[in-house]
């Protein structure tokens, strides 16, 4: 065969990609997974039996070495360990071949050509290229996941519910993955050739693109900025002039392409949850089963020494001054793959965590961790079990700071408050599932206390003296009195906040107690950024007394403070006179008000449907600059924005629009609601489509 003739290939998309479960991209391009069988057919040779030689080779540099390019015969059975070709079938002026990758192949864009043996004077000739990527289906991929209605949940599908919130009142989002979508596939190719990795040494970086384990760690630096130029910028401030606020996103989709349209410059901006659900995107886009785990109170432990401290100043405010801080959730991600690197008991959930918090070996990456590690303690395990086991598990110290002498004071330690609730979405329904156990033994247990220790003494932390450590003494000392906030009205935005602070006197002699109230907005992080309210009273309390004072903030007064993540600290320190000091907090998170979406009529593939979106101004001001933002996969392509007209004190507004659903199924409308007094009011609803 000439390499004149260039032969036509039929490369079978339909059939090819219903056996590899890819038949959710809409590629014009073949995409199989690696490890099993698919058929290619082409014409322009003659006795094909004899003489023909496949070159399935991948990258800028192509080598056998580097596993980047195999070269194989036709042979009358399939090998499981390298690429293979059998014959299927043949007529005149075609030939149909099934061609097996074997499954610890590179995963990315191949270029397939084929050579005919028996005349020396040709070159090989192209049939094309395709993409091969990771195989959860297989038991021999290292992604191989037995349960198939995990496959489907954690590669195939494009919606997820991500929670929030606080530790007192959870709540959760949709969100749109799309990581079958248009050019997304293309997105996440290219992000590994954009990775710090592929740029000091391409051939190298290629060579471990069959390892899960280093994809999923350069993928979880390059979906943050930092180091690479990577997808997204992250900001904490409150203040995301330049950009779009995190919480304003509903889908990947929308993000990743404005990095590739900007010419591959970062997105703004980022915050975890969105890190997260970007990561999401990129691994179950190449075959990586990964879901989104959101950690309740979780430690960022910036020093490694499995504590947090925090800091408060004498009237009771929350002091931006520590680098470890207690966030109120955390999301990271857990993808499924083994490791024969540690042994089969670390196999499995693998926490990966894309946020930029701490450098890893120098840049901003997190991960792989093994659940089961973190779970036994084993921290000196790769890679960054240390930071990970601390999210989760870390003490807690909460010190009073003089600024005026430099002195710190301790007020309490706690052991039992980090690591909570922590939460994924359920496989196949949209609820919440508990996966604390997974991470930890009963809070509080001695065997919960025992790898605590252990995992202490693995990071040499127990026979080193620490001088920042409080003294047993400070941590021994007893209250006089306890204290605590009660909820006495609805958490919602728009609504005054009413609280009860209820103090009780533990001793049998009166205490006299000086009381130091503060409010300030903060974001999710905990970070305060502006004060909203503060207040000081004297209380005596009789021998075992106990006394409610009752606390309200109005809504003038605090609208303009709150942060886009609705987030309010409110604290009491409290002077205890011949006592030691008693500190009171609690995080309140207030619900945004709802939004309702309605089909109006049945949804059919490629007929119109009309849908309502009805929301109520439920405060008594005008609503200006309302946009309405509407996605959803295989019922509308791309964004919908719509702006909606001011709303007026306590108006109703109706918005409809136009749906012409173009797959059957189950599919996820998600609606995104902003104005000036109200940031990212967002819901979602399920659509079924029918033919």
């Given at each position: 065969?000439?390499?004149?003739?260039?032969?036509?290939?039929?490369?079978?998309?339909?059939?090819?990609?219903?056996?590899?479960?890819?038949?959710?991209?809409?590629?014009?391009?073949?995409?199989?997974?690696?490890?099993?069988?698919?058929?290619?057919?082409?014409?322009?040779?003659?006795?094909?039996?004899?003489?023909?030689?496949?070159?399935?080779?991948?990258?800028?540099?192509?080598?056998?070495?580097?596993?980047?390019?195999a070269t194989f015969g036709i042979s009358s059975t399939v090998s499981k360990e390298s690429w293979s070709a059998v014959l299927q079938s043949t007529s005149s002026?075609?030939?149909?071949?099934?061609?097996?990758?074997?499954?610890?192949?590179?995963?990315?864009?191949?270029?397939?050509?084929?050579?005919?043996?028996?005349?020396?004077?040709?070159?090989?000739?192209?049939?094309?290229?395709?993409?091969?990527?990771?195989?959860?289906?297989?038991?021999?991929?290292?992604?191989?996941?037995?349960?198939?209605?995990?496959?489907?949940?954690?590669?195939?599908?494009?919606?997820?519910?991500?929670?929030?919130?606080?530790?007192n009142h959870i709540n959760s989002f949709g969100w749109n993955f799309g990581q079958f979508q248009g050019d997304i596939l293309n997105i996440c190719l290219s992000?590994?050739?954009?990775?710090?990795?592929?740029?000091?040494?391409?051939?190298?970086?290629?060579?471990?693109?069959?390892?899960?384990?280093?994809?999923?760690?350069?993928?979880?630096?390059?979906?943050?900025?930092?180091?690479?130029?990577?997808?997204?910028?992250?900001?904490?401030?409150?203040?995301?002039?330049?950009?779009?606020?995190?919480?304003?996103?509903?889908?990947?989709?929308?993000?990743?392409?404005?990095?590739?349209?900007?010419?591959?410059?970062?997105?703004?901006?980022?915050?975890?949850?969105?890190?997260?659900?970007?990561?999401?995107?990129?691994?179950?886009?190449?075959?990586?089963?990964?879901?989104?785990?959101?950690?309740?109170?979780?430690?960022?432990?910036?020093?490694?020494?499995?504590?947090?401290?925090?800091?408060?100043?004498?009237?009771?405010?929350?002091?931006?001054?520590?680098?470890?801080?207690?966030?109120?959730?955390?999301?990271?991600?857990?993808?499924?793959?083994?490791?024969?690197?540690?042994?089969?008991?670390?196999?499995?959930?693998?926490?990966?965590?894309?946020?930029?918090?701490?450098?890893?070996?120098?840049?901003?990456?997190?991960?792989?961790?093994?659940?089961?590690?973190?779970?036994?303690?084993?921290?000196?395990?790769?890679?960054?079990?240390?930071?990970?086991?601390?999210?989760?598990?870390?003490?807690?110290?909460?010190?009073?700071?003089?600024?005026?002498?430099?002195?710190?004071?301790?007020?309490?330690?706690?052991?039992?408050?980090?690591?909570?609730?922590?939460?994924?979405?359920?496989?196949?329904?949209?609820?919440?599932?508990?996966?604390?156990?997974?991470?930890?033994?009963?809070?509080?247990?001695?065997?919960?206390?025992?790898?605590?220790?252990?995992?202490?003494?693995?990071?040499?932390?127990?026979?080193?003296?620490?001088?920042?450590?409080?003294?047993?003494?400070?941590?021994?000392?007893?209250?006089?009195?306890?204290?605590?906030?009660?909820?006495?009205?609805?958490?919602?935005?728009?609504?005054?906040?009413?609280?009860?602070?209820?103090?009780?006197?533990?001793?049998?002699?009166?205490?006299?107690?000086?009381?130091?109230?503060?409010?300030?907005?903060?974001?999710?992080?905990?970070?305060?950024?502006?004060?909203?309210?503060?207040?000081?009273?004297?209380?005596?309390?009789?021998?075992?007394?106990?006394?409610?004072?009752?606390?309200?903030?109005?809504?003038?007064?605090?609208?303009?403070?709150?942060?886009?993540?609705?987030?309010?600290?409110?604290?009491?320190?409290?002077?205890?006179?011949?006592?030691?000091?008693?500190?009171?907090?609690?995080?309140?998170?207030?619900?945004?008000?709802?939004?309702?979406?309605?089909?109006?009529?049945?949804?059919?593939?490629?007929?119109?449907?009309?849908?309502?979106?009805?929301?109520?101004?439920?405060?008594?001001?005008?609503?200006?600059?309302?946009?309405?933002?509407?996605?959803?996969?295989?019922?509308?392509?791309?964004?919908?924005?719509?702006?909606?007209?001011?709303?007026?004190?306590?108006?109703?507004?109706?918005?409809?629009?136009?749906?012409?659903?173009?797959?059957?199924?189950?599919?996820?409308?998600?609606?995104?609601?902003?104005?000036?007094?109200?940031?990212?009011?967002?819901?979602?609803?399920?659509?079924?489509?029918?033919?």
């Amino acid at each position: 065969m000439a390499a004149a003739t260039q032969p036509s290939t039929n490369w079978h998309l339909k059939e090819n990609a219903r056996d590899h479960h890819t038949s959710k991209f809409s590629s014009k391009e073949l995409i199989v997974r690696r490890g099993q069988a698919f058929i290619v057919t082409f014409n322009g040779t003659e006795q094909p039996e004899q003489n023909l030689t496949f070159i399935a080779e991948t990258g800028p540099k192509p080598s056998k070495l580097a596993k980047t390019q195999a070269t194989f015969g036709i042979s009358s059975t399939v090998s499981k360990e390298s690429w293979s070709a059998v014959l299927q079938s043949t007529s005149s002026n075609s030939v149909s071949i099934s061609i097996y990758s074997p499954p610890n192949a590179v995963i990315g864009r191949y270029k397939l050509s084929v050579q005919s043996t028996s005349s020396d004077s040709s070159s090989p000739a192209s049939l094309g290229t395709f993409v091969l990527l990771f195989n959860p289906w297989s038991s021999g991929d290292d992604v191989f996941m037995p349960n198939k209605a995990e496959c489907e949940e954690y590669v195939l599908e494009e919606f997820g519910i991500i929670f929030a919130g606080n530790k007192n009142h959870i709540n959760s989002f949709g969100w749109n993955f799309g990581q079958f979508q248009g050019d997304i596939l293309n997105i996440c190719l290219s992000m590994l050739d954009r990775s710090l990795n592929y740029r000091q040494d391409p051939a190298t970086d290629l060579s471990h693109r069959n390892d899960p384990k280093y994809l999923g760690r350069v993928l979880s630096a390059m979906v943050n900025a930092n180091d690479d130029q990577g997808v997204l910028l992250g900001n904490w401030s409150g203040n995301y002039a330049g950009g779009k606020s995190p919480s304003s996103w509903t889908g990947s989709g929308e993000i990743l392409q404005n990095w590739k349209k900007s010419g591959f410059k970062p997105v703004r901006y980022g915050q975890c949850w969105v890190f997260a659900a970007v990561l999401t995107t990129v691994l179950r886009c190449l075959g990586i089963p990964t879901r989104t785990i959101t950690n309740f109170s979780s430690a960022h432990d910036a020093d490694g020494n499995l504590r947090v401290d925090e800091f408060y100043d004498a009237y009771g405010n929350h002091l931006d001054r520590a680098a470890d801080s207690v966030w109120n959730f955390h999301v990271w991600n857990e993808s499924w793959f083994s490791r024969s690197d540690l042994g089969p008991s670390y196999s499995g959930w693998q926490v990966l965590d894309a946020t930029p918090q701490e450098e890893s070996g120098g840049i901003y990456q997190c991960g792989p961790a093994s659940r089961n590690a973190i779970k036994e303690g084993d921290v000196d395990l790769d890679y960054d079990c240390p930071f990970v086991f601390a999210e989760v598990n870390a003490d807690c110290m909460y010190w009073n700071y003089d600024s005026a002498t430099g002195k710190k004071t301790l007020i309490f330690s706690k052991s039992t408050i980090i690591g909570q609730f922590i939460s994924t979405k359920a496989v196949g329904r949209d609820d919440r599932v508990d996966v604390t156990n997974d991470y930890k033994y009963e809070e509080g247990s001695t065997k919960e206390r025992d790898i605590f220790k252990k995992a202490r003494k693995k990071l040499g932390l127990e026979d080193k003296f620490d001088p920042t450590a409080p003294t047993p003494q400070e941590i021994d000392q007893k209250p006089d009195i306890s204290g605590k906030f009660r909820v006495a009205g609805p958490l919602e935005v728009g609504k005054d906040l009413s609280l009860i602070l209820v103090l009780a006197n533990l001793q049998s002699d009166a205490k006299t107690v000086h009381v130091n109230m503060t409010a300030w907005s903060t974001v999710y992080t905990r970070r305060p950024v502006h004060e909203i309210w503060k207040d000081s009273i004297p209380v005596i309390l009789s021998p075992k007394e106990e006394k409610q004072f009752p606390i309200k903030i109005p809504y003038p007064e605090y609208h303009q403070q709150l942060t886009t993540d609705n987030t309010i600290q409110v604290t009491a320190l409290c002077h205890v006179e011949g006592g030691i000091q008693v500190l009171v907090q609690r995080d309140i998170t207030l619900d945004n008000p709802a939004i309702d979406i309605q089909v109006l009529g049945e949804a059919k593939v490629n007929k119109e449907v009309d849908v309502e979106v009805i929301f109520t101004n439920p405060i008594d001001m005008e609503l200006m600059d309302c946009v309405l933002q509407v996605e959803g996969n295989d019922l509308l392509r791309g964004i919908l924005e719509i702006d909606v007209p001011p709303l007026k004190a306590s108006e109703k507004s109706s918005t409809k629009f136009k749906l012409i659903p173009f797959e059957t199924g189950p599919k996820h409308l998600l609606v995104n609601f902003s104005c000036d007094k109200f940031a990212a009011i967002k819901t979602f609803k399920m659509v079924n489509v029918i033919d």
